[in-house]
């Protein structure tokens, strides 16, 4: 089943995204049905171990953190994002929930590394051991804040837009995606 480790933000960034988000071209519309959220980790777990996933991410030691926004970028082929500031102790998150829950990984469902990724090393090393090639070194943490093409994301002229913004992390989340969408399996508290 696919999981998603996930930061949501807090309301007063939310108001100031969909405020954003009503001064764009019509050609963008709103991003995941999470809503937006800096992802930890995505990919696809084993159900049945759900609960010792719980647990075992319980156990997950991080201080509360800031988490500082950047420059409104374009990612991932149709993804409006705004960047995250490097900051050790969201990569020190990253990395417990990815080596936490990858002895649940369910490597049967996970599609083929894509094309474009073949030809790096780093990327094949780390989709053979996670599954995925954006993770570890590769991680690039940001918030999607709306889905549309290049062209449109040309047309957008305040790119600094959420510069500066930083709100403090206290907490993450796991989320599971079933039939009826996306629902949050539990919330925990970091340090």
């Not at 759900?50 to 509360?64: A, F, K, N, T």
């Not at 500066?164 to 508290?189: C, D, I, P, Q, R």
């Amino acid at each position: 089943m696919k999981y998603v480790a996930l930061i949501r933000q807090p309301k007063e960034l939310l108001r100031t995204i969909s405020k954003f988000r009503q001064e764009l071209p019509e050609q963008v519309r709103p991003s995941h049905p999470l809503g937006p959220h800096c992802t930890l980790v995505s990919n696809y777990f084993y159900n049945d171990l759900e609960p010792i996933m719980i647990e075992h991410l319980g156990r997950i030691r991080v201080p509360s953190f800031q988490l500082t926004l950047g420059k409104i970028d374009f990612f991932d082929d149709n993804s409006l994002v705004v960047r995250v500031e490097p900051q050790l102790q969201l990569q020190q998150l990253h990395q417990s929930v990815l080596d936490t829950l990858n002895e649940f990984l369910n490597k049967n469902q996970i599609k083929p590394l894509p094309e474009k990724y073949r030809s790096e090393p780093e990327a094949v090393v780390a989709f053979q051991y996670y599954g995925s090639c954006y993770v570890g070194a590769r991680y690039n943490p940001h918030i999607t804040i709306a889905q549309t093409r290049l062209q449109h994301f040309k047309k957008i002229k305040t790119r600094n837009y959420f510069g500066g913004y930083s709100f403090e992390v206290t907490n993450f989340e796991l989320a599971k995606k079933n039939e009826a969408g996306w629902e949050t399996v539990k919330s925990f508290s970091l340090l």
